[in-house]
């Protein structure tokens, strides 16, 4: 693809951190391409974070849920986009997320090799996973040349989602959060309990920040809304948040936090984009495969021997990663930021 203006579709992938971590093609494609259009097929609840995103310019809602094949609503979608798009980028490496662009007759179609769809694609690539060893690095090749990005040895640039300073306002006084400086905890994580770490040591842990001062937001979606009840209960200065933000107000409410505490999910990856000092905690997943993308991040993992097992449930039954992660070790990393936020020495 010559370095001229391109209609540029890209299939966007289903999760929430794997969509944030996207931001980093969309970034690369704009500042390879100048002048060109960037479009994104995605799932709607996806909307509000890629409005977030400069580089977008226009969003693609696809009817579709998790596992769901919607040959109709793919097609429907795909006659739509007939004549409109140059080349597309299809991220995830399933058979039917290359439907629509195949579908759309669009010329240049890449993606991964994968789900035998040899006749979707134009240009199948292999996936090297010792050289692509990151999500985003994998998104972020299908937006280069394939020998560069055979090689690996290229820039990943930062997500950086835009804040509504309005909309924060209006949160702050709708869920009358004080004025004391915030702490964002995120105990959700959609993949499965060996990414969760304990909701008791969440609940300690507010409770230990909140006497230094603080207020603790709680947030995550409707399933985590009882993980977030056990966390702030009985305690003063602290906020249940879970279902009763949209993803947009999370974005805003995240970015006006000092630090948060997270396990490794979609929300940890809002957070990376906001700029927020993270606190981040893994068990069965790897730090090296899906790390938060800023500079600003601790990462509390044990790196136990049976460490990253990447399951669901921890198959030893223990899920020591996480339960042997004490709270002390990360009270005392937030209040080492905390004193040197506040312009303390802590060397001293």
């Not at 209006?170 to 964002?184: C, D, E, F, K, V």
């Not at 305690?235 to 974005?251: F, M, S």
């Not at 606190?279 to 790897?286: D, E, F, Q, T, W």
Request: hydrophobic share 40%; glycine share 8%.
């Amino acid at each position: 693809m010559a370095n001229s203006a391109k209609r540029i579709l890209v299939v966007g992938p289903s999760w929430v951190g794997d969509m944030v971590m996207a931001q980093s093609l969309f970034i690369t494609l704009k500042a390879r391409y100048p002048g060109s259009t960037l479009g994104v097929v995605a799932p709607a609840w996806s909307k509000p974070i890629l409005e977030r995103m400069p580089e977008v310019d226009e969003v693609l809602s696809l009817a579709v849920g998790h596992g769901e094949f919607g040959l109709a609503n793919r097609r429907e979608l795909a006659v739509r986009l007939r004549g409109r798009f140059d080349r597309a980028i299809v991220l995830p490496r399933s058979w039917k997320a290359a439907l629509v662009p195949f579908m759309a007759r669009i010329p240049e179609r890449i993606g991964f090799l994968g789900e035998h769809r040899y006749g979707l694609l134009k240009e199948r690539r292999k996936l090297d996973k010792q050289v692509l060893n990151q999500t985003v690095k994998r998104f972020v090749s299908l937006g280069l040349p394939l020998e560069e990005a055979m090689r690996g040895e290229f820039a990943i640039p930062t997500p950086r989602l835009t804040i509504d300073r309005d909309n924060l306002v209006n949160l702050r006084l709708t869920h009358a959060l004080s004025s004391r400086p915030a702490i964002g905890m995120m105990p959700g994580a959609e993949y499965g309990p060996a990414k969760q770490w304990p909701l008791g040591y969440f609940h300690e842990l507010a409770a230990r920040l909140i006497k230094d001062g603080f207020e603790v937001r709680v947030f995550g979606g409707p399933k985590d809304h009882t993980a977030g009840e056990n966390i702030v209960k009985e305690l003063p200065h602290a906020h249940n948040l879970c279902g009763k933000t949209q993803l947009a107000d999370a974005v805003d409410l995240l970015a006006d936090c000092r630090q948060v505490v997270t396990n490794d999910s979609g929300l940890m990856h809002v957070a990376a984009a906001v700029g927020v000092r993270i606190h981040a905690l893994y068990g069965s997943s790897s730090p090296a495969y899906t790390p938060p993308l800023t500079d600003n991040a601790v990462i509390h993992y044990l790196a136990l021997s049976c460490s990253p097992c990447f399951k669901r449930t921890c198959p030893l039954g223990h899920t020591n990663c996480l339960n042997e992660l004490e709270v002390e070790q990360v009270y005392r990393a937030m209040r080492v930021d905390s004193q040197r936020a506040n312009g303390v020495n802590v060397n001293a």
